[in-house]
C-alpha cells in the first residue's frame, strides 16, 4: 500500500479540486454525467472508508439498464472535479465488471466510443489517463465488438506516447486491444502506429 493510499479521506482530497456547490448547473457540471449524478439519476453514492473512497450502489449493477447509463458514464470521463470524475470513472468499470456486463455494453459501443475518444484528446492528464482505463476496460468487457473503432482510439493514444509516465499504460492499453480483438486488430494498429510492439512478439 502506498503511502497516499494510508492517509485519511479526508487528506488525500484535500488537494483534489471539487466543484464549487455555489455555482450555477452550467458552469459546475463539464458533461452530463455531473447533473445526472449530482441529481440522483445515477443509482450510487460515494461511500467513504477509513482508507479509501468506493461507490455504495443502491442495486446491484447487474440489474441495471445499460442504455442510457453506461453512455453517460462514458460522457463523464471528461469530469475534472470531484466528485464527479471519480464517481464517472468508478460507475463505468464497475457496470462493465458486473456480470453480464460485456453483452449488455456491446451493442452501446459506438455511442461509448466518441466519449472515450474525447477523453483520449483532452489536454488534461488526468483525463487522459482515465481514458487509457476506460478502453482498457471496455475491451476486456466486449472484446472484438470494439474493434471498428480501434483506429480512432490508437491515433489518439499514440500523441501522447512520448510521455515516460502514460508509454507504459498506452502500450498495455493497445495491447489489449490486439490481445481481446484478434488477429485481425494487429494490422490496423501498425497501419496508425508503425513502432507499435505487438503483444505476441
Known amino acids: 500500500m502506498t503511502a497516499g493510499w494510508s492517509e485519511l479521506p479526508s487528506a488525500r482530497l484535500k488537494n483534489v479540486k471539487c466543484a464549487d456547490p455555489f455555482a450555477t448547473k452550467a458552469e459546475q457540471f463539464k458533461t452530463k454525467f455531473g447533473s445526472v449524478f449530482n441529481s440522483g439519476g445515477i443509482p450510487c453514492r460515494l461511500h467513504h472508508g477509513a482508507a479509501n473512497v468506493s461507490l455504495k450502489w443502491s442495486k446491484d449493477p447487474c440489474q ?3 442504455d442510457p447509463l453506461l453512455v453517460i458514464c462514458a460522457e463523464g470521463l471528461c469530469e ?4 464527479y470524475a471519480f464517481a464517472s470513472r468508478a460507475c463505468f468499470g464497475e457496470l462493465l465488471a458486473s456480470e453480464n456486463g460485456g453483452a449488455k455494453a456491446a451493442p452501446l459501443v459506438a455511442r461509448v466510443v466518441p466519449s472515450l475518444r474525447a477523453a483520449l ?3 488534461n492528464k488526468k483525463v487522459f489517463a482515465g481514458g487509457l482505463d476506460a478502453v482498457i476496460q471496455l475491451s476486456e468487457a466486449v472484446g472484438p465488438e470494439l474493434n471498428p473503432h480501434i483506429d480512432k482510439l490508437v491515433v489518439q493514444m499514440n500523441k501522447r506516447s512520448s510521455d515516460r509516465e502514460l508509454a507504459p499504460t498506452i502500450l ?4 489489449t ?4 480483438g484478434g488477429p485481425e486488430t494487429l494490422p490496423v494498429i501498425k497501419g496508425k502506429v508503425p513502432t507499435y510492439c505487438s503483444v505476441n512478439l
Open 172 to 175: 498495455k492499453a493497445m495491447q
Open 80 to 83: 475534472t472535479e470531484h466528485p
Open 177 to 180: 486491444l490486439e490481445e481481446n
Open 121 to 123: 484528446v483532452s489536454p
Open 64 to 66: 441495471l439498464d445499460f
